[in-house]
């Protein structure tokens, strides 16, 4: 009878364990696939922080660019310079950023020293000096046989003629504007 009790316990107990393993190799692919889950999400969030990071390093070099412009034409306009975009197309790859955060020239030296130099090297790029002498300026001409437009006569209807004449006075007011004349 100890034996039958032993033998009966050895068949419980190995169909317990085999009831176990069994169990086991159930949970084991859910608990597999909960771990490739997990993977997942972890390396789509850790590359979804890594294309934030580079956007924001991305962004931070944007406005560091912007920044360092805008500073550059501002000391521009600052030096009397009328073409500034003329003048800041020259200068910006001769200006950086210094480990300080200051904007510093090649050589060093500051922003302010650099472009004062560089304009007054330049003086093409400030506004042009009234001509003449003694306070006399040289006037406008008009060409010969030039009819000034009244503008209270433009008005529908007008002919063919009159409305060419409005037409060429209006060019040439425009141009000179332009022109700055």
């Given at each position: 009878?100890?034996e039958?009790?032993?033998d009966?316990?050895?068949?419980?107990?190995?169909?317990i364990?085999?009831?176990?393993?069994s169990?086991?190799?159930?949970?084991?692919?859910?608990y597999?696939?909960?771990?490739?889950?997990?993977?997942?999400?972890?390396?789509?969030?850790?590359q979804?922080?890594?294309?934030l990071?580079?956007?924001?390093?991305?962004?931070?070099?944007?406005?560091?660019?912007?920044?360092?412009?805008?500073?550059?034409?501002?000391?521009?306009?600052?030096?009397?310079?009328?073409k500034?975009?003329?003048?800041y197309?020259?200068?910006?790859?001769?200006?950086?950023?210094?480990?300080?955060?200051?904007?510093?020239?090649?050589?060093?030296?500051?922003i302010?020293?650099?472009?004062?130099?560089?304009?007054?090297?330049?003086?093409?790029?400030?506004p042009?000096?009234?001509?003449?002498?003694?306070?006399?300026?040289?006037?406008?001409r008009?060409?010969?046989?030039?009819?000034?437009?009244?503008?209270?006569?433009?008005?529908?209807?007008?002919?063919?003629?009159?409305?060419?004449?409005?037409?060429?006075?209006?060019?040439?007011?425009a141009?000179?504007?332009?022109?700055g004349?």
């Amino acid at each position: 009878m100890a034996e039958e009790q032993n033998d009966i316990r050895s068949i419980v107990q190995s169909v317990i364990e085999e009831f176990v393993k069994s169990e086991q190799r159930k949970v084991e692919p859910a608990y597999k696939t909960e771990l490739m889950e997990e993977r997942k999400r972890r390396e789509s969030l850790e590359q979804r922080v890594n294309e934030l990071v580079a956007e924001n390093q991305r962004t931070r070099a944007q406005a560091e660019e912007t920044e360092r412009s805008a500073a550059i034409r501002a000391e521009l306009q600052r030096l009397g310079v009328s073409k500034v975009d003329l003048a800041y197309k020259a200068v910006k790859d001769d200006i950086y950023r210094s480990e300080d955060g200051r904007l510093l020239a090649q050589g060093g030296s500051e922003i302010r020293d650099y472009l004062t130099h560089f304009v007054t090297e330049n003086p093409e790029l400030l506004p042009a000096r009234l001509t003449g002498g003694s306070g006399a300026s040289a006037g406008q001409r008009t060409a010969q046989g030039e009819v000034k437009v009244d503008m209270d006569r433009i008005r529908p209807g007008m002919s063919a003629e009159e409305m060419e004449r409005v037409r060429q006075e209006i060019a040439r007011v425009a141009s000179q504007t332009l022109r700055g004349v």
